[in-house]
């Protein structure tokens, strides 16, 4: 690959960061210490694991990372983000969004059975991420519906996803679910399971 391409692929990334970080300005969520931006805690928490965890390098990917909340969460449109990053992001970041009151199930639902592969790949991160972080919360109900769900409309249809989708990543959504997985016995246990 040369230098341009590499700094190109660079500059798109970038450029999310600074549309994610400067729609997120001003949101928090709980995390260890309190109420901690959300940008910092949960979209670089979901861009890392794939990143760093997983290894994956693709600007495609990492892009629908940081901007996977930006259209449900923030005055921001898919319209923008298909002007700024084009067709494809905006089509996965619109699998990524969920639908005001639509139920969980049916979203996911949606999600895996039409977005690509780079789409499961951040839905699975940002999933455990939120799984690292549920502890902080207080409601322990709410955990144990976010665990339940987990289950039944994220790891249970996987399997036939995996056959839909381009095998390219079957191994990385293998590790994250393993990852899931684990993590869920961990916050299982802090529930008393």
């Keep these: 690959m040369s230098n341009i391409g590499l700094y190109a692929m660079e500059e798109y990334v970038a450029k999310a960061k600074e ?42 990917i990492l892009t629908m990372a940081l901007l996977h909340d930006v259209v449900e969460d923030t005055p921001c449109t898919l319209d923008e983000i298909r002007e700024k990053f084009g067709d494809e992001i905006a089509e996965q970041v619109g699998f990524l969004t969920r639908v005001e009151g639509e139920p969980f199930s049916i979203y996911a639902r949606r999600l895996f059975a039409n977005a690509s592969y780079k789409a499961i790949l951040v839905k699975m991160a940002d999933r455990l991420h939120n799984l690292r972080t549920i502890v902080y919360m207080h409601d322990k109900r709410w955990i144990g519906k976010k ?19 381009d095998p390219v990543c079957n191994d990385k959504i293998k590790d994250l679910a393993d990852k899931i997985e684990q993590q869920l016995q961990t916050v299982e246990i802090f529930l008393g399971k």
Excluded at 40 to 58: A, F, P, Q, R, T
């Design 19 to 60: 549309l994610a970080s400067a729609y997120h300005k001003g949101q928090t969520r709980i995390g260890r210490k309190g109420k901690v931006p959300y940008y910092d805690e949960h979209v670089l928490g979901v861009y890392n694991i794939l990143k760093d965890e997983c290894g994956i390098d693709s600007p495609d």
């Design 147 to 165: 665990v339940r769900q987990t289950y039944t409309d994220i790891l249970n249809p996987l399997p036939e996803t995996m056959k839909r989708i």
